[in-house]
């Protein structure tokens, strides 16, 4: 796999490898972060979150990690496969009374897996 | 039933037609969102209803109007829009407000304005 540095568009990796995704978020009130999937033609379809009291979360083949002193979030994927293909966004929902309803985007990342 | 429905899929209009795009969700959730995505860009908050209410309106001209018949729908009425409010048009759901886990998004209306 290989790591991108911030707001980088494109990841290409091989079949097998692992894939990191990074994310830098800008409001350091934010308390619920959500990383989505979207495919072609599809809306964003959810991965996993974690909330800003925990530093790292694992679901299925998927592991998110949060580092809030430098207001950083990535995302791990195992054994990446063909089917992951798709653009990866981070989101942020904030904790302030105007903004807790909110979930904002990051500007996402291509990721292209080279069978 | 654990699906956000939009329809249509597709929408071509012109600048002076108005048109509707419908959002259907049968998961019990109070709160819905209109989202508006540009080619490459995420997505961006448009409106938020909560409760069949309009909490959240962030700065969206007028030519764009929500409304909220019942907790299952959500729809947005078009009028008088411009060549760059072409954009894919998401719609989403959640539980309640501030409920984010769980948030679900449907596949879009593309717009075309022409």
């Known amino acids: 796999g290989e790591s991108v540095g911030l707001h980088l568009p494109t990841l290409s990796v091989q079949e097998g490898d692992n894939s990191i995704i990074n994310c830098a978020y800008s409001n350091s009130a934010s308390d619920y972060f959500i990383w989505y999937k979207q495919e072609s033609g599809k809306g964003p379809q959810f991965i996993i979150d974690i909330r800003s009291n925990m530093d790292k979360r694992q679901g299925q083949r998927v592991t998110v990690l949060l580092n809030k002193t430098v207001k950083h979030l990535s995302l791990q994927i195992a054994a990446t496969q063909p089917g992951d293909s798709a653009v990866y966004f981070c989101?942020?929902?904030?904790?302030?009374?105007?903004?807790?309803?909110?979930?904002?985007f990051g500007p996402g990342t291509s990721l292209s897996v080279i069978p | 039933d654990t699906e956000v429905t939009q329809t249509p899929k597709h929408l071509v209009m012109g600048m002076t037609n108005k048109k509707s795009l419908k959002c259907e969700q049968h998961m019990g959730h109070r709160a819905m969102y209109w989202y508006k995505q540009k080619a490459k860009k995420p997505p961006e908050l448009m409106f938020v209803y909560s409760y069949e209410k309009l909490s959240i309106n962030e700065s969206v001209p007028s030519r764009f109007s929500p409304e909220c018949p019942n907790s299952s729908l959500l729809n947005l009425h078009l009028h008088a829009l411009q060549p760059e409010d072409s954009a894919l048009y998401l719609c989403a759901s959640s539980q309640s407000r501030g409920r984010t886990e769980g948030y679900t998004f449907g596949s879009g209306t593309r717009l075309t304005v022409v």
């Open positions: 989101a942020e929902r904030g904790s302030g009374k105007t903004s807790y309803d909110k979930v904002i």
